[in-house]
Each structure stands twice: as C-alpha cells, then as structure tokens.
C-alpha cells in the first residue's frame, strides 16, 4: 500500500534504485480492472525499473 502524501523509495540488493512521489493513475486503475476484474486489489500505479 502506498501512501500518495508521502515520498517512495525502493531498494535491490541495498541499493536506492527509486525515489519520490507517486501519483495514482486512472488509466492504469481502468486497465488492470479490466484484466482481472478484481475490486479489492486495486493497482494505481506501476512503477517500471531497470535493473
């Protein structure tokens, strides 16, 4: 769960590879609704990393 107040960050293997605020998208919301139908998981937002 994030909360969207609140800066974010993300660690691999110890490192700092994300920093900062996420901000929830309706597009994404919409999108991954339709793929699983599932009304108790919502995904705001994806976070794409490279590692």
């Known amino acids: 769960m994030v909360n969207y107040k609140d800066k974010v960050a993300v660690f691999h293997n110890g490192k700092q590879v ?3 605020k996420l901000q929830p998208d ?4 919409m ?5 699983t139908r599932d009304r108790v998981f919502i ?3 994806i976070l794409n990393i490279e590692l």
């Open 26 to 29: 309706n597009t994404i919301m």
């Open 31 to 35: 999108e991954e609704f339709l793929k």
């Open 18 to 20: 994300f920093k900062g």
């Open 43 to 45: 995904v705001s937002n």
